[in-house]
Nanobody, 124 residues
Framework: QAQLVESGGGLVQAGGSLRLSCAAS????????MGWFRQAPGKEREFVAA????????YYAGSVKGRFTISRDNAKNTVYLRMNSLKPEDTAVYYC?????????????????WGQGTQVTVSS
């Protein structure tokens, strides 16, 4: 059974940085895309960033482009989300997800596996 486990969330001041990790296990993810999503209280889950295990192409939401960086370590089966210049509006639960590219990479519907989420809180 495929499993994704996020870590690295926490409380940070505006302007600070955090690095989230997503450890993947229990499956073969080489043909999957890996995405990060977030959900703030009272809001819908939204796309943050994505990449595949097999290419260096990366994709970002406009609100985080230039501040966040998605990367991977194939040997560790881990995907990272480096978040710089954090803003209070980045406060949310961040989720890692894995799926096959059968539609828009930013659509949550293509992702079959989800982590439990990690809280990121940015204070002003």
């Amino acid at each position: 059974q495929a499993q994704l486990v996020e870590s690295g969330g926490g409380l940070v001041q505006a302007g600070g940085s955090l690095r989230l990790s997503c450890a993947a296990s229990g499956g073969t993810f080489s043909s999957y895309v890996m995405g990060w999503f977030r959900q703030a209280p009272g809001k819908e889950r939204e796309f943050v960033a994505a990449m595949s295990w097999s290419s260096d192409a990366t994709y970002y939401a406009g609100s985080v482009k230039g501040r966040f960086t998605i990367s991977r370590d194939n040997a560790k089966n881990t995907v990272y989300l480096r978040m710089n210049s954090l803003k209070p509006e980045d406060t949310a639960v961040y989720y890692c997800a894995a799926g096959r590219l059968r539609g828009l990479i930013s659509s949550p519907t293509i992702y079959d596996y989800w982590g439990q989420g990690t809280q990121v809180t940015v204070s002003s």
